[in-house]
């Protein structure tokens, strides 16, 4: 079982940056590949990155490629996305999760085991 909590959300002006952190309960958490996840309002939850169990892979949607970098942190069981040049359409909940095939990486939810409960990011324009 792993239980992973969200923070590091806010508020933040177009252009700015968040860290946001994701930590997780568990002395399994370096065999997770871990994501994060975003669900703006009245629209889909959609994939925003990937980190496979030792942070040697990663894997990022389009939309966030050169601006958004998932890293991880075995020893403090955390995984972060730090999130530069945020843009009004990066407004959204953001989750983090954990899928126990933890040398690959996915875009897929229904793939993932674990999921926190988000935090939200603004970004206003």
């Known amino acids: 079982q792993v239980q992973l909590v969200e923070t590091g959300g806010g508020l933040v002006q177009a252009g700015g940056s968040l860290r946001l952190s994701c930590a997780a309960s568990?002395?399994?958490?370096?065999?997770?590949?871990m994501g994060w996840f975003r669900q703006a309002p009245g629209k889909n939850r959609e994939f925003v990155a990937a980190?496979?169990?030792?942070?040697?892979?990663?894997y990022y949607t389009d939309s966030v490629k050169g601006r958004f970098t998932i890293s991880r942190d075995n020893a403090k069981n955390t995984v972060y996305l730090q999130m530069n040049s945020l843009k009004p359409e990066d407004t959204a909940v953001y989750y983090c999760?954990?899928?126990?095939?933890?040398?690959?990486?996915?875009?897929?939810?229904?793939?993932?085991?674990?999921w926190g409960q988000g935090t939200q990011v603004t970004v206003s324009s």
């Open positions: 980190i496979t169990w030792n942070g040697g892979s990663t």
């Open positions: 999760a954990a899928d126990n095939t933890g040398w690959t990486t996915t875009r897929i939810s229904d793939e993932y085991d674990y």
């Open positions: 568990g002395r399994t958490f370096s065999s997770y590949a």
